[in-house]
């Protein structure tokens, strides 16, 4: 007997051996190879294992980084769970016809393995079992196997063929995740699931064939699939999960059938070359960011059968030019037309009640859109960077108008506050640097405008100016507080004046108002005046003086949020 190998009692199974050595012949009449017997024998590179051995155990071998090749006896059944893991030197192993199992990451990280046999008497792959055989270029799953493991290839990031056979029923999640070589792969018609993320960042598949048995395209099963052109889903599939095409950047087209009932968040995200799709009347809504990034999309048809319009939902859709909201449609999620640049026209019928915040952020060339009477709310940022809206009707039932709701709005020359409108948010209207009019009725209990510029009622909060003012402002004695961004953008405006009552002055309340020479702050307490560090942002303060009352020159030159101004002067 080899003197570097330990036996068990009985002499029929290797325990150990010391983990010097580079050669071993395992004598005649073991049948057992023990679990960690030869793990970490870096220096092992030749190892005979005799016809009596018939199991070989867990992790045997595992780390035997010198091996090269292997000759599994046929009398051996199963090979355990990690048997030949990271025998990273390994390029062939020859796998007998008696062999049943291949367990759990069997040869999990042999990057070194070429090729490589499974015999037709394997049922079972495990989870793992080849999974970071980095140099793997194909392999042929038999007709005896039934299941094929979770990341069984994973990382095989070589292997450019593999024929499934007839008998498999389900693929793994995560089973060929990051087999970045994989050009093709047919799934036959005896599976009938395939797990999350099963080709994840095969970047180099371009065609694959799903079952007809297959019910759910899981959780980004295809994501990152860079060179998948078509895909032909199944009229079996009833669900397609969450972000399972995302970032597909080169699939053009994807019919998907009447069986499918609904479509995860994400699903198409940054599918970037797809220029047309039609949602089949088997689905109720689109969720959340489903066509994320579609940035090729000119053409898409939604059913009757849709209910909702989720956050996000065609957000970065930038060749979009139109699109019809069918009359089923109840709610339009927060950003789902954001950043929608060649959207020129939307149709939204009087089904849809609410509006999301963001709905049509940046979609600078819609011209013209019309707000049904069903809609209460317009939201937070609604139509920030609309520079192409010229003119927008509010209708009666619209109570509140959200902040930033028409920022940036340049074309924007005319707009009505209705009577029920009862709030609106700060900087509704900054940068609208066309706005010639706000048009509030006398009978309005809730806002006012008072020479171009917009008040609540009571004449206390200062919401708005028109950027178009000219030459002197002064502000009257009731109001108490200057709102964010309230005269941002009066770029011909050289002189205000703010009364003592004023307690408080809004972030960027003075932004860009560039011309601005004379400022007379009638307040005889600086410190009682609650100033926002960003108040006067981006106004070139280093030619403009600051008038305040006799005797109070030395607290407002001794205040910091005052240094930007070029003098401070006192005045009766």
Not at 256 to 273: D, H, L, R, T, Y
Not at 331 to 341: H, L, N, R, T
Not at 406 to 429: A, K, Q, R
Request: hydrophobic letters at 35%.
């Amino acid at each position: 007997m080899d003197k570097y190998l330990y036996l068990d009692p009985t002499g029929k199974i290797v325990v150990g051996c010391d983990r010097s050595v580079k050669k071993v012949v395992i004598p005649e009449g073991v049948t057992n190879i023990g679990e960690h017997a030869f793990e970490g024998c870096t220096s092992l590179f030749s190892i005979e294992i005799p016809n009596s051995v018939t199991y070989i155990d867990s992790v045997a071998f595992r780390g035997c980084t010198s091996i090269r090749s292997i000759v599994i006896p046929n009398s051996v059944k199963s090979i355990e769970d990690g048997a030949f893991s990271c025998c990273t030197s390994l390029t062939m192993v020859k796998i007998p016809n008696g062999v049943t199992k291949i367990g759990h990451a069997a040869f999990y990280g042999c990057s070194s393995l070429v090729s490589l046999d499974i015999p037709n008497c394997v049922t079972f792959i495990g989870d793992n079992a080849f999974s970071g055989c980095s140099s793997l270029t194909s392999i042929e799953i038999p007709d005896s196997v039934e299941s094929i493991g979770a990341r069984a290839f994973y990382k095989c990031s070589s292997l450019i063929s593999i024929n499934i056979s007839d008998n498999v029923t389900s693929i793994g999640e995560d089973t060929f995740k990051e087999c970045t070589s994989l050009i093709s792969i047919e799934i036959p018609n005896s599976v009938t699931s395939i797990g999350k993320m099963a080709f994840w960042g095969c970047t180099s598949l371009n065609s694959i064939k799903i079952s007809d048995n297959v019910t759910c395209i899981e959780y980004e099963t295809f994501t990152g699939c860079t060179s998948l052109t078509s895909i032909e889903i199944p009229n079996s599939v009833t669900n397609i999960k969450m972000a399972a095409f995302s970032f597909c950047s080169s699939l053009t087209s994807i019919e998907i059938p009447n069986s499918v009932i609904s479509i995860g968040n994400k699903a198409f995200w940054e599918c970037s070359s797809i220029d047309s799709i039609e949602i089949p009347n088997s689905i109720t809504s689109i969720g959340e960011a489903v066509f994320y990034g579609c940035s090729s999309l000119i053409s898409l048809y939604i059913p009757n059968s849709v209910t909702s319009i989720g956050n996000k939902a065609f957000e970065g859709c930038s060749s979009l030019i139109s699109f019809e909201v069918p009359n089923s449609v109840t709610s339009i999620g927060d950003m789902a037309f954001a950043y929608c640049s060649s959207l020129t026209s939307i149709e939204i019928p009087n089904s849809v009640r609410n509006i999301g915040d963001s709905v049509f952020y940046n979609c600078f060339s819609l011209d013209f859109i019309e707000i049904p009477n069903s809609i209460t709310r317009i939201g937070f940022d609604a139509f920030w960077g609309c520079s192409s809206l010229v003119s927008i009707e509010i209708p009666n039932s619209v109570t509140s108008i959200g902040a930033f709701a028409f920022l940036g709005c340049s074309s924007l020359t005319f707009i009505e506050i209705p009577n029920s409108v009862t709030s609106i948010g700060d900087s509704v209207f900054c940068g609208c640097t066309s706005l010639i009019d706000i048009c509030i009725s006398d009978t309005n209990k809730y806002f006012a405008n008072v020479d171009d510029v917009l008040y609540t009622k009571d004449l206390t909060k200062l919401i708005c100016c028109l950027s178009g003012k000219q030459g002197d402002y002064k502000i009257p004695n009731s109001v108490t507080s200057i709102e964010d961004h309230a005269f941002c953008g009066c770029t011909f405006l050289t002189s205000i004046e703010i009364p003592n009552s004023v307690k408080s002055i809004g972030e960027s309340a003075f932004q860009d108002c560039t011309n601005l020479k004379e400022m007379h702050l009638r307040n005889e307490h600086p410190e009682n005046i609650e100033i926002n560090v960003y108040a006067f942002a981006f106004s070139d303060l280093t030619d403009s003086t600051l008038f305040v009352p006799i005797g109070t020159g030395y607290a407002y030159r001794h205040d910091e949020r005052f240094k930007g101004f070029k003098e401070i002067k006192t005045e009766r």
